[in-house]
């Protein structure tokens, strides 16, 4: 799009100028790497020194700085960066291509008007399809499946059958939507797979990273709620319940029958025991393992996972273990010491 | 399929019915969610007291309850439930499309009778596929590879080539088999591909989870036992032999060259090291990392992984050490002043 | 290839040869299933008394072996090994398939001579490729992405748009690089999604795993340096910076906004926080956690990741942590009663 001046950004974003508000913005940067023409921010205050070195001809603050910069003043500096950005580069733009007649859409299935399915694309018998959705090459829909709209599968990403996709949920490439969860009974030594009749539902507004694999549920459904954002690589198992809101990083798996509440927090490579209860507003550390009910509004950290305050308390402990055993066996030694003079007195 | 009676399922599943055996069962549902026509199970006695808040029409339990509901004695009822759901829901029904004339078959590869193939699968030179299996959009097949009868793979599947699969085994969607092992020889700073000539093997029955990775033999071949399940994502290295009736729950990672035996049981994100042996029935607790070979019929647990009974005395300590570094200084004090008080009288 | 004499392959490794220089050799093997016409190798002295019960008619090893057996002298065996396989099996011979003419390669997009595409290669907009490189079927590669000369993109991998990938790169099956990185801006409880306007570049002789994923960066690119080897299903985050000749073994996670520096090795399931900076040749043990800048050299390990050596000396002290705290109570019984017994003096 074309510049604006930063004063049409303040405006935008409801902030206020500092400096010149008719310098031209052409695109957004990171503070080390942004030249004249760009704005950047400071989302962290702890940055603040940084800002004089930048060479970027604004900044979005919370707080006026005393560099000697133009300034946008934003109570949110992060969430004017993001409508900035929006505004001047956009979201991915799609390719208008139609339906191709290199894909394969069953002639049962339904797509709302402004639908655009490219090549190798798969939609079977029964899938119902809302308006303004995208499937890129190798996405594969099972039957009985329905998605809302505006939507956006990315390259071979596969929803197997029978699920439920709200609005504007976004797919992202090679993830697996629906598969069979991982059900077993073990009888006599071998493992019998049990048919996992249950669903997957993922709400409005819910991103599903590369790679990810939500399993459908055994007999429930597994349900991710309205606008949880999940990371690549992520496992969510058979019948779990993630609440709304949600942010579950890269490389974190939940097993089955748990419920996350909403406005969780997961770091990255969390794991989550099965049929547990995790309250709302619940942060875990990165890595950590959670092996019991978590409550609401805490942080927790470490494996099995504690709250996170006396977690840190212990793990930076852990390097002097050594050391504590040496002082441990010098005490043993005064103590005998100390006792043997006391019965030879 | 049609409603059954009490009695059918009882029948079914060599159990003994408690109260009416003609009362209509028509799915089975948890212990939460059913309701009336449905059957439920308890696999865990510590969950009896749910059984009366139920509102399905029967439950099946592996010893009389109390409670006043119609009930099936089995054994296993875990193991009965699967019975019953496969009775009564049965498997995943794959559409029957025959070989579709938008898939790749090469001329030299041959299938065996009832074999269906969709849209978009490549089928290379000299592969050889038995009866009765079905290949999902987008599954690739290198050439030269073996399969049996009667296996699936999903879509996006990918199977390298010279690799050798047994019969009725299942891969997940996106999961690769036979892809090159990491291995490089680090000459002068640079990391050269050393070719991997070996092959996967996998035995009959063996599932393999979505987005998950069997690397291919360096030179000797990588081999998934009869009857193990593999979870999503989980990754094995190149060489390792993993013994029959295993599972390998999602987001383990076992290295190269490592040996496991049969009838093992390993946690979510469970990490194993190359050049390992792990005896047979081994239990490995989630998040562990083994770092040396493991006994046959142990569990075990932690970072690096010890007995699990070990394991769990320690983890539930670590909190304290703050506080045993203070008992430790305060002992310490005392010591000081006692020897200080001796020397001075 | 046919078999070529000991001598042959001692002269192609610049090594020596004890013994029978006019054997011939067929294949290579391992030092325990290697049998008659095979060579094998000793990477680790410590395995050098397995090396009288190996079958094959010679064996590679650093320094010559007192056991009666046809050897090659090298300097780095297993450099010389990786030398012998390529020479005997080669790398995989990818199949002459020219331009399918049942893949879509736009009309903008521009390929050099010798390129091979499969079925279902989708090639979008304006794509640039260099010669000689290989598309499986299901590889997807957005518009304006630029690919050097010599790849190779393995079933079903994914490159997003206005990436850069180098000469000789390798993305094996399932993997995507240049998915929109995990970034969202949070305001009033919701997660806002900021568009990714960052670019990945693989540069030279990279080689990306199986499920992998390389978030496009979120403003700043990230980067893959020349010759860095990463494992399958690892997660790069968007901004991140590897530097060239790293091994990034399987199931690392890296956080978004870090550097690492040249010729690092992290092991299986490490992860790293963002915004951090590693140096050059630093070494991290499996399933760490890094939650700080690591400095070059060093070796690594524990969450949080300590240096290896102190971080070992706290691991095998862990198991003894009951014991340490019964002893603490012992003393401060002995403690009291000496004190005690003193003051009733």
Redesign the interface.
């Known amino acids: 799009m074309k510049p604006q001046t930063l004063q049409q950004l303040a405006d935008h974003v409801s902030g206020k100028v500092i400096g010149d508000p008719n310098v031209f913005i052409e695109s ?3 503070l080390h ?1 942004a030249g004249p023409g760009q704005i950047t921010f400071l989302s962290n205050v702890k940055y603040i020194n940084d800002v004089k070195d930048t060479g970027a001809s604004a900044v979005i603050v919370a707080q006026k700085s005393e560099v000697e910069i133009n300034q946008i003043i934003a109570k ?1 500096p ?2 004017a ?2 409508q900035i ?2 505004l001047m ?4 733009k799609n ?1 208008p291509v139609g339906i191709s007649d ?1 894909s ?1 859409i069953a002639e049962t299935a339904t797509l709302g008007e402004g639908c655009h399915v ?3 694309v ?1 939609i ?2 029964n899938v119902k399809v809302g308006k303004n959705c995208y499937f ?3 996405v ?1 829909i099972g ?1 009985d499946t329905t998605i809302g709209d505006d939507c956006i599968l ?3 990403a ?1 929803v ?2 029978n699920c439920v996709i709200g609005d504007r949920v ?1 797919v ?5 939507i629906g ?2 969860g ?1 059900g ?4 006599n ?7 996992q ?1 249950g669903r997957v539902i993922l709400e409005d ?1 819910v ?1 599903i ?5 939500i ?1 459908r549920g055994a ?2 459904d597994t349900v991710i709620g309205k ?1 949880t ?1 999940i ?3 992520v ?1 969510i ?1 058979h ?1 779990t319940i993630i609440g709304p ?1 949600c ?1 579950l ?3 974190v ?1 939940i ?1 089955g029958s748990t419920e996350v509440g909403h ?1 969780c927090v997961f770091g ?2 969390v ?1 989550v ?1 099965g049929h547990l209860k995790i309250g709302d507003m619940v942060r875990v550390g ?2 950590s ?1 959670v ?1 019991g009910n978590l409550e609401s509004g805490k942080s927790y950290l ?3 996972a ?1 709250e996170a305050s ?2 840190k ?3 930076v ?6 050391e ?2 040496k ?2 066996k010098a ?2 030694k ?2 005998e010491k ?2 043997a ?2 019965s030879s007195e």
Do not use: C, W
């Open positions: 957004v940067s990171t790497t949110d992060y969430f960066l993001q950005v929006v580069h956009g979201h991915r390719k290199k394969n490219q090549d190798f798969t079977s018998d890129y090459p190798g594969f039957q990315y390259p071979n596969v197997f059958e976004i992202q490439s090679n993830a697996s598969e069979d991982f077993f009974s073990t009888h030594g071998e493992h019998y797979k049990i048919p009749i507004d991103e990273g590369v790679s990810a694999g399993e007999l429930d606008g954002k990371g690549d690589q496992a198992g019948g809101h942010l990083v890269p490389k798996g097993s406005h990255g490579q794991g025991a990165a890595q393992g092996a470490g494996g099995p504690i006396r977690a308390r212990a793990m402990m852990l390097p002097y273990l050594p504590m055993k002082r441990i005490l043993e005064k103590i100390l006792t003079d006391k």
